[in-house]
């Protein structure tokens, strides 16, 4: 690692649909005055930046990183799930920053899952987590974010780069095929996204209650969570768990590609809101229900990420990557 004392504080942020959160790394894997700022609050990605720094007396930074939900493919960025749109370029020269390395969202959760200590993590069905097979993180917050860890021959890891909560959405029964055919119809092209996400449960919570030919009143991901767990809407519980059942079919399907037999890390804001609940939800059924192949996903681990800032751990690896290859 290096470790010249000109190289710190590294500016480090994780920034998603809804929220842009931001570290100071003062040495190697040591994070200190994390914020976080709400994206609507800004116009653009350097206000943001700017009142964090100011916020924490605008210390000199040479180096930073930003974690973008969002695909990363040369310097122009246009945020796929808020109005955020910038050059990378542009952006380093307006903050005065020698290096601004952009990444995927998700390869930064995926770096920063391989840092995760036992207690940030809640194991949910499997038995046995292959050593040297890739890991698959994936995740439902403002959008669907999937990454995976893939090993080296000298132990380390390389996180993909990838776009897979927008693979077509396949229905598993009558139901989801009633679902599909409702998102279809409002939105055209219907992604795993669609429903595996926070917009996503209120979606289906939509579809369900025009099924049943209900007037349903505006809801909110929260709200719905709330009246699923407190037994006031059966509509809400039956929205819930149909979230999750997708959510077990998509992952299966991941960990089936990938080949990810040392584990399924399943990341974002909405699953620890209700982790009690998520531990006997359908998910695990429908993860292993695949045919000839249950018994190959019943060994895989999957693991609930409880640890608050992957993220921008994540995009700190990644930045310490980047760094050691520009001065070799």
Known sequence: MSTAPSDYPRLLADIGGTNARFGL???????????????????????????????????????????????VVGDWIQMTNHHWAFSV?????????????????????????????????????????????????????????????????DGSYVALAGEGGHVSFAPFDDTEIMLWKYAKKKYGHVSAERFLSGAGLVLIHEALASREGIKASQMTPELIGEQALSGKSAL???????????????ASNMALVLGAR?????????????????KTSPFRVRFEDKGRFDSYLATIPVYVVLAKYPGIYGVGIALENHLRKESA
């Open 262 to 278: 040392s584990g399924v890390y399943l990341c974002g804001g909405i699953i620890p809101r209700f982790i009690d609940y998520f």
């Open 89 to 153: 370029e542009t952006t380093r020269q307006a903050l005065k920053l020698t290096t601004l390395l952009a990444i995927n969202d998700f390869t930064a959760q995926a770096y920063g899952i391989s840092q995760l200590q036992d207690e940030e993590l809640v194991q949910v069905g499997g038995t046995m987590c292959a050593i040297d097979a890739p890991k698959l993180v994936i995740g439902p917050g403002t959008g669907l974010g999937v990454s995976a860890l893939i090993p080296c021959h």
């Open 25 to 71: 790394e003062v040495a190697p894997g040591q994070l200190e005055s994390v914020e976080v700022l709400a994206c609507h609050d800004f116009n653009t990605i350097v206000d943001a930046t700017k009142r964090y720094l100011k916020d924490i007396g605008d210390p000199s930074v040479a180096h930073a990183a930003f974690a973008l939900a969002n695909p």
């Open 236 to 250: 809400c519980r039956l929205t819930l768990d149909i979230f999750c059942t997708i959510l077990g079919t998509v």
